[in-house]
């Protein structure tokens, strides 16, 4: 669990961004200025919570903590205080309603009324989702396999010639509980059972259902709450599953029996409170695999599928800083680490591909197979019958590929990936997100991933591993552009032709570029190097419409999110061309501490946290500098861990942006870390450092934002959401920093800080793809009122 793309310009190539514009101590006249043409006359002042004295001493350093007294969420003053800051914001925002509603409207016209993914073969069956007209959520359907073969199947499926099951309605739960949140889904091996996770309040506290297929009722609901990971026995009779701590830490696996009406068994409990503990099966279904995994080593045990009572086997004992997963592939275990290896000693500590005897005496001799090629890291496989698939990075770009299996027994030594003659899936573009889909088929040649990136709306390709050819099935309908704005609109609007034009993208193999459904000839998007104060180049991806962009003048934002080594989302979404074409410019920077291979994460996280804040402001600064958003008109947004970046920035760089977004922000960092019984907070000593220890809790008070805020200064304005029922980041960390900002800063400038709570859901919020709009509009709109 988480918190939550060319050319240098020469000029900073010799000149550190971070001397082209400095923070300011006072209050600035041009900022109160902008600040209070925000206002309106009849707006009242901003809420004040009440103060409680509390004092926090650790190393020798004392301070003060008013607002500690939000923590307690029973407090019924807390409840009251976000009550009356919603109702603020909404007063804040009541001049924009009229572009609330307009944005919404514009986003919602862009949701095609039902919404279906191409159907997925698993044995038999071909299992599909989609989402009714009208309604927010899908429904998980599927289909009995015909027997005359793929096509015929996929020709019955979009003509509804076959019968069709719903096994799980999320609109149904939705409409009971008024929340819903699956968390896993599972179909046991003899597709007669479906055992899902549901969290009906946004706490992401997850209750185990297990539903008949054949029936269709529910036969079992577990007593234990806090359910994450599930899997199913080989004999689709026993399902294991792990349940939580008090601090939201996997830690403990069980067995169910179906049918039984005796107490679910322990199979495995994980007693370090630095590990969570993960449990699947390998593709073959052979093999059930525990994971209990720091943020930075781990530890496999693997049972029989068929023998579950027939005991652990341990495979290799956790050593600090190596990390381990396998598979299993007739009679091998594979094994995707960076544990020491004489074959590694050039990719500094990267993945590479081992593999042992699926024997138990036999598990810890691991011998290395397949090594990176040169400036390309692995991130993960997938295994199948003939083919093993590898996730890679090349310079910082995805990459998949295939080599056929099996390997030979008498491999003499490891070999690169291209020696294997390996197939690397065809892209549109360096720029693409990707992401696997289910792939649950062992026996299957075709692996499915969706593409995507912010020029090329979703795309489902499936990729004939043993015919090196692939099929693009299905691109994501956007409802609104036209053949004058843009020239590959023909190959989108196929989406909303007829069921028979549907088909035809079924089965039709793309051979050329233009047939991605590239709106690159509507919109710019170029990746650029930015050169951080260590000479570091963060990649920099950028994207503007080519009509409505403004050299110099546009307005922009810019995304972030360094943590976890997770990769900064830039997959295709339609609610931005409401700002793109307004004329807004939307910039992504991958800095340090996320995305990449090993280095690049490791190179943002504890005593190396500054780095992700110092590449922000960069590139923020590049923007400017290079006329793509005008000095006046930067905004930048952090979600989650995110947000953390963007208030560090905020400290550090008061003038650089003039509105910020701040969503579920984990601000308060310094005081939750040192508080080892909130949820997360150890698993967050290896990103973030652990305060107890003194030179980590210095580090960390350097750019904790709760404890930064400049006194005096001219903050922009920010909105900063929160949910009540988050259990990521508490609620209390968003309305402690705008309480602060507000007592400490300009008064002027800080009546444009606004707190919005989601006094309903979780981290995520509601979910519904309705309601997705309507939040996107608000946020949008108090960007744009800024400008």
Same mark, same amino acid.
């Given at each position: 669990?988480?918190r939550?793309?060319?050319?240098?310009s020469p000029?900073?190539?010799?000149?550190?961004?971070?001397?082209?514009?400095?923070?300011?101590s006072?209050?600035?006249s041009s900022?109160?200025?902008?600040?209070r043409a925000?206002?309106?006359p009849s707006? $009242?002042?901003?809420?004040?919570?009440?103060?409680?004295p509390?004092?926090?001493?650790t190393?020798?350093?004392?301070w003060?903590?008013?607002?500690h007294?939000?923590?307690?969420t029973?407090?019924p003053d807390?409840?009251?205080?976000?009550d009356?800051?919603?109702?603020y914001?909404?007063?804040?925002m009541?001049?924009a309603?009229?572009?609330?509603?307009?944005?919404a409207?514009?986003m919602?016209a862009?949701?095609?009324?039902t919404?279906?993914?191409p159907?997925?073969?698993?044995?038999?069956?071909l299992?599909?989702?989609?989402i009714?007209e009208?309604?927010?959520?899908?429904i998980?359907?599927r289909?009995?396999?015909h027997?005359?073969?793929?096509?015929?199947?996929l020709?019955?499926y979009?003509?509804?010639?076959?019968?069709?099951?719903v096994?799980?309605?999320?609109?149904?739960?939705a409409?009971?509980?008024?929340y819903?949140?699956?968390?896993?889904?599972?179909?046991?091996p003899?597709h007669?059972?479906?055992?899902?996770?549901?969290?009906?309040?946004g706490?992401e506290v997850?209750?185990?259902?297990?539903?008949?297929?054949?029936?269709?009722?529910?036969?079992?609901?577990?007593?234990n709450?806090?359910?994450?990971?599930?899997?199913?026995a080989?004999?689709?009779g026993?399902l294991?599953?792990?349940?939580?701590?008090?601090?939201?830490?996997?830690?403990?696996?069980?067995c169910?029996i179906?049918?039984?009406?005796n107490?679910?068994?322990?199979i495995f409990?994980?007693?370090?409170?630095?590990?969570?503990v993960d449990?699947t099966?390998?593709?073959d279904?052979k093999?059930?695999?525990?994971?209990?995994n720091s943020?930075?080593?781990?530890?496999?045990?693997?049972l029989n599928?068929?023998n579950?009572?027939g005991?652990?086997?341990?495979?290799?004992?956790?050593?600090?800083?190596v990390?381990?997963f396998?598979?299993?592939?007739?009679?091998?275990?594979?094994i995707?680490?960076n544990?020491p290896s004489e074959?590694?000693v050039?990719?500094?500590?990267?993945y590479?591909?081992?593999?042992?005897?699926?024997?138990?005496s036999?598990?810890d001799?691991?011998?290395a197979?397949?090594?990176?090629?040169?400036?390309?890291t692995?991130q993960?496989?997938d295994?199948?019958?003939? %083919?093993?698939?590898?996730f890679l990075?090349?310079?910082?770009?995805p990459l998949f590929?295939?080599?056929?299996?099996p390997i030979?027994?008498?491999?003499e030594?490891p070999?690169?990936?291209k020696?294997?003659?390996?197939?690397v899936?065809?892209?549109?573009?360096s720029l693409?997100?990707?992401t696997?889909?289910?792939? %649950?088929?062992?026996l299957s040649?075709?692996y499915r991933?969706?593409?995507?990136?912010p020029?090329?709306?979703?795309?489902?390709?499936?990729?004939?591993?043993e015919?090196q050819v692939?099929?693009?099935l299905?691109?994501e309908?956007?409802?609104?552009l036209?053949?004058?704005?843009?020239a590959n609109s023909?190959?989108?609007?196929?989406?909303?032709?007829?069921?028979?034009?549907q088909?035809y993208?079924?089965?039709?193999?793309?051979e050329d570029?233009?047939?991605?459904g590239?709106?690159?000839?509507?919109?710019f998007?170029?990746r $650029?190097?930015?050169?951080?104060h260590?000479?570091?180049?963060?990649?920099?991806?950028?994207l503007?419409s080519r009509?409505?962009y403004?050299?110099?003048?546009?307005?922009?934002?810019?995304?972030?999110y360094?943590?976890?080594?997770?990769?900064?989302?830039?997959?295709?979404?339609?609610?931005?061309?409401?700002?793109?074409?307004?004329?807004?410019?939307l910039?992504y920077?991958?800095?340090?501490?996320?995305?990449g291979d090993v280095?690049?994460?490791?190179?943002?996280t504890?005593? %190396?946290?500054?780095?992700?804040?110092y590449?922000?402001a960069?590139?923020?600064m590049y923007?400017?500098?290079?006329?793509f958003?005008?000095?006046?008109?930067?905004c930048?947004i952090g979600?989650s861990?995110g947000g953390?970046?963007?208030?560090a920035?905020i %400290?550090?760089?008061?003038n650089?942006?003039?509105a910020?977004?701040l969503?579920?922000?984990f601000l308060?960092?310094?005081n939750?870390?040192l508080?080892?019984?909130l949820p997360?907070?150890?698993?967050?000593?290896?990103?973030?450092?652990?305060?107890r220890n003194?030179?980590?809790?210095?580090?960390?008070?350097d750019?904790?934002?709760?404890?930064?805020?400049?006194p005096?200064?001219?903050y922009?304005?920010?909105?900063?959401?929160a949910?009540?029922?988050?259990s990521?980041?508490?609620?209390w960390?968003a309305a402690k920093?705008?309480?602060?900002?507000?007592?400490?800063?300009?008064?002027?400038?800080?009546?444009s800080?606004?707190l919005?709570?989601?006094?309903?859901?979780?981290?995520?919020g509601?979910?519904g793809r309705f309601?997705?709009?309507d939040d996107?509009?608000f946020?949008?709109?108090?960007l744009?009122?800024?400008?």
């Open positions: 669990m988480l939550t793309k060319t050319l240098v000029s900073l190539r010799t000149l550190s961004p971070l001397v082209l514009l400095s923070s300011s006072t209050y600035s900022s109160c200025n902008k600040a925000l206002l309106s707006l $009242r002042s901003p809420p004040t919570p009440k103060k409680i509390f004092t926090v001493a190393h020798g350093r004392t003060d903590d008013p607002y007294w939000m923590r307690n029973d407090d807390l409840r009251d205080h976000l009356r800051e919603n109702a914001a909404d007063a804040f009541a001049e309603c009229g572009l609330r509603r307009q944005l409207a514009e919602r862009r949701v095609p009324a919404v279906a993914t159907p997925e073969r698993w044995g038999p069956w299992y599909y989702q989609y009714p009208g309604k927010e959520y899908p998980l359907c289909k009995f396999s027997p005359d073969g793929l096509v015929k199947t020709l019955g979009m003509h509804r010639f076959s019968k069709e099951e096994l799980l309605d999320w609109n149904e739960i409409e009971q509980f008024g819903v949140h699956i968390g896993t889904c599972r179909i046991s003899d007669k059972f479906l055992a899902y996770t549901l969290d009906t309040s706490s997850f209750a185990l259902q297990v539903k008949d297929l054949q029936t269709k009722h529910i036969i079992s609901s577990s007593e709450q806090n359910v994450v990971s599930l899997t199913w080989g004999d689709s026993s294991l599953y792990t349940i939580c701590d008090e601090t939201q830490r996997p830690y403990k696996v069980l169910k179906l049918g039984s009406d107490a679910d068994d322990p409990t994980e007693h370090d409170l630095n590990y969570c449990i099966s390998t593709k279904s093999y059930i695999t525990i994971n209990s943020r930075t080593s781990s530890e496999v045990y693997v599928s068929t579950i009572r005991g652990l086997w341990p495979v290799r004992k956790r050593m600090s800083g990390q381990y396998l598979e299993h592939h007739y009679g091998f275990f594979y995707l680490t544990a074959n590694m050039s990719t500094s500590g990267g590479y591909l081992a593999r042992c005897r699926a024997e138990k036999l598990l001799k691991w011998q197979v397949v090594l990176p090629d040169q400036d390309t692995f993960d496989m295994m199948f019958h003939g %083919n093993l698939v590898l990075q090349k310079k910082g770009l590929c295939s080599i056929d299996m030979v027994d008498n491999i030594g070999r690169k990936v020696d294997f003659n390996a197939w899936f065809p892209l549109p573009s693409c997100n990707i696997p889909g289910s792939n %649950n088929d062992f040649s075709v991933v969706v593409v995507s990136s020029v090329i709306p979703d795309l489902t390709v499936d990729y004939d591993m015919q692939f099929t693009i299905h691109q309908e956007v409802m609104g036209t053949d004058q704005n843009n023909h190959s989108l609007n196929l989406q909303s032709n007829c069921l028979s034009s088909s993208q079924f089965l039709h193999n793309i570029s233009q047939s991605w590239d709106l690159s000839e509507s919109y998007c170029e $650029r190097e930015v050169i951080s260590d000479g570091f180049s963060v990649p920099l991806t950028i503007f009509e409505a403004c050299d110099g003048e546009s307005p922009g934002i810019l995304h972030g360094g943590a976890y080594g997770e990769v900064l989302d830039k997959s295709w979404c339609s609610d931005r061309i409401s700002l793109l074409a307004r004329g807004w410019v910039a920077a991958d800095v340090r501490g996320g995305g280095s690049v994460h490791r190179a943002g504890k005593e %190396n946290k500054l780095n992700s804040i590449d922000f960069a590139c923020g923007l400017v500098a290079e006329g958003i005008r000095k006046d008109r930067l930048a979600c861990a953390l970046l963007v208030g920035v %400290n550090m760089y008061n650089l942006f003039s910020a977004i969503k579920v922000p308060d960092i310094c939750t870390l508080d080892p019984s997360l907070t150890v698993l967050d000593y290896d990103e973030f450092g652990d305060p003194k030179s980590e809790f210095e580090a960390i008070c750019y904790s934002p709760y404890d930064n805020i400049s005096r200064a001219c922009p304005s920010m909105l900063v959401t949910s009540f029922h988050d990521r980041v508490g609620v960390e920093w705008v309480a602060k900002v507000r007592e400490m800063t300009c008064p002027s400038c800080s009546r800080v606004i919005r709570t989601n006094m309903h859901g979780g981290h995520f509601e979910g309601s997705h709009c996107a509009a946020e949008y709109a108090f744009i009122k800024g400008q």
